[in-house]
Each structure stands twice: as structure tokens, then as C-alpha cells.
């Protein structure tokens, strides 16, 4: 069982996956104090996830990776790098002699590997669903490399589908997830498209072939 450490605590209305890369514009000043504190240190801190005006158990540790700008009243743009998954198993309202929170956390571990069978028909379904929609994903998806949180913001789950899916215990779970929820966003874009298609017409006229017409009269 791994120990429990009490880190510094950052709650956003957000789900952040590991692996992750996420920027975020700082402007309380508990945050901007956070952030100086992380500079030239070895200090993380944990996103923990405010859905439904609650902050959430399961979390993401983060380390900081830059701080991109900052600009003349102290505000900051930050890159963070999310480097694994924790429990929150208590909430404080100051770290010692600061202006920012903490919890009591514990690193999850998840060394699960996932179904390559399962893997590849996710990755012909997130294909078609890509296709359906004539979009790309802002970040490349390498197959090869695949873990289910690269697909996490891209399968149309609102924040807390995000939460339960980043909360699943096994890659496997995960995977099953993210198979059930490509069907459901792949069945609606066929209806949005033809939907789409209908209110375009504009009165053609239609023409069915003969092997569009079946039964007899």
C-alpha cells in the first residue's frame, strides 16, 4: 500500500487524464503563490476535479513544465505536465504559512494493460466517427503507444462521464467505456448527417432505384 503525502491542492471544474498536457491562465493569488513555489522545486500539486459544486475523489498529480507569460498585475499562463492519478483522502483549507489548500493523498496505481483486440476496434470506430464528422483530433492518437486516457476529451463525454471514466480501475474498464460511448456518438452523427441532409433538399427532386424498392405491389 503506498503512503499517504499530504500535496498541495489545485480544484477545477476540469478532468485532467495522465499523460496529459494542460495550461491554464493563474490569476488568484493563492494560485500564483502555488506556482512561484513550484519554481525551482520539486513540488506537485493535485487538480482534483469540482463537478456538480463537489470536489471529487479521485485527482491528477501535476508537475510544472513552464511558465509561458507573465504579465505585469502577477497574472501567469502555465504548462503543466500530468503525471499520474491520486486519492484524495482529506481536504484542507491551508498548507502551512500559505494561501492555497492541501490533501492527504495516495498515488493510484494502474499497471493494467489493455486488450489489443479491444484497442484495435476502438481505433477503426474513433476512424469512422472522425470521418462522420470531417474532423481530426488536435493531438495525434499513436496506436501503438495506446492508452485509454489519450482518447478521454475526444468521444463526446460531458465532465462528469469524464469523471466516472477517469475513475474506472482497469484499462480494460476503460476500453469497454470508450467502445460503449464511440457507438452511441457514432449512431448520432449518422442521424445529425442525415438530419443535415434533409434540411438541405430544398426540394430535388428524389429519385429511388429499382434495388431501393422492395416488396411486391
Given at each position: 500500500?503506498?503512503?499517504?503525502?499530504?500535496?498541495?491542492?489545485?480544484?477545477?471544474?476540469?478532468?485532467?487524464?495522465?499523460d496529459?498536457?494542460?495550461?491554464?491562465?493563474?490569476?488568484?493569488?493563492?494560485?500564483?503563490?502555488?506556482?512561484?513555489?513550484?519554481?525551482?522545486?520539486?513540488?506537485?500539486?493535485?487538480?482534483?476535479?469540482?463537478?456538480?459544486?463537489?470536489?471529487?475523489?479521485?485527482?491528477?498529480?501535476?508537475?510544472?513544465?513552464?511558465?509561458?507569460?507573465?504579465y505585469?498585475?502577477?497574472?501567469?499562463?502555465?504548462?503543466?505536465?500530468?503525471?499520474?492519478?491520486?486519492?484524495?483522502?482529506?481536504?484542507?483549507?491551508?498548507?502551512?504559512?500559505?494561501?492555497?489548500?492541501?490533501?492527504?493523498?495516495?498515488?493510484?496505481?494502474?499497471?493494467?494493460?489493455?486488450?489489443?483486440?479491444?484497442i484495435?476496434?476502438?481505433?477503426?470506430?474513433?476512424?469512422?466517427?472522425?470521418e462522420?464528422?470531417?474532423?481530426?483530433?488536435?493531438?495525434?492518437?499513436?496506436?501503438?503507444?495506446?492508452?485509454?486516457?489519450?482518447?478521454?476529451?475526444?468521444v463526446?463525454?460531458?465532465?462528469?462521464?469524464?469523471?466516472?471514466?477517469?475513475?474506472?480501475?482497469?484499462?480494460n474498464?476503460?476500453?469497454?467505456?470508450?467502445?460503449?460511448?464511440l457507438?452511441?456518438?457514432?449512431?448520432?452523427?449518422?442521424?445529425?448527417?442525415?438530419?443535415?441532409?434533409?434540411?438541405n433538399?430544398?426540394?430535388?427532386?428524389?429519385?429511388?432505384?429499382?434495388?431501393?424498392?422492395?416488396?411486391?405491389?
Open positions: 500500500m503506498h503512503k499517504i503525502h499530504r500535496i498541495p491542492v489545485f480544484p477545477l471544474p476540469v478532468v485532467v487524464f495522465p496529459e498536457e494542460i495550461r491554464l491562465h493563474i490569476f488568484e493569488p493563492r494560485y500564483k503563490q502555488l506556482i512561484q513555489d513550484c519554481l525551482g522545486s520539486d513540488l506537485v500539486f493535485a487538480i482534483l476535479p469540482i463537478v456538480d459544486d463537489r470536489i471529487q475523489e479521485i485527482g491528477t498529480l501535476v508537475r510544472l513544465q513552464e511558465i509561458v507569460k507573465t505585469e498585475d502577477g497574472r501567469l499562463d502555465i504548462r503543466l505536465e500530468a503525471i499520474g492519478q491520486i486519492k484524495n483522502f482529506g481536504l484542507h483549507n491551508r498548507w502551512p504559512g500559505k494561501l492555497y489548500g492541501a490533501i492527504d493523498a495516495e498515488p493510484i496505481d494502474d499497471s493494467s494493460i489493455g486488450d489489443l483486440e479491444s484495435e476496434k476502438i481505433r477503426k470506430q474513433f476512424e469512422i466517427l472522425c462522420l464528422n470531417q474532423v481530426q483530433p488536435y493531438h495525434s492518437i499513436h496506436w501503438d503507444l495506446f492508452k485509454s486516457f489519450k482518447l478521454g476529451h475526444y463526446g463525454f460531458n465532465l462528469k462521464e469524464e469523471y466516472h471514466f477517469s475513475a474506472l480501475q482497469t484499462e474498464d476503460r476500453l469497454q467505456k470508450l467502445l460503449n460511448q457507438e452511441i456518438m457514432i449512431e448520432q452523427s449518422k442521424n445529425r448527417k442525415e438530419w443535415l441532409r434533409n434540411m433538399m430544398n426540394g430535388e427532386f428524389r429519385n429511388f432505384g429499382k434495388e431501393s424498392i422492395k416488396g411486391n405491389i
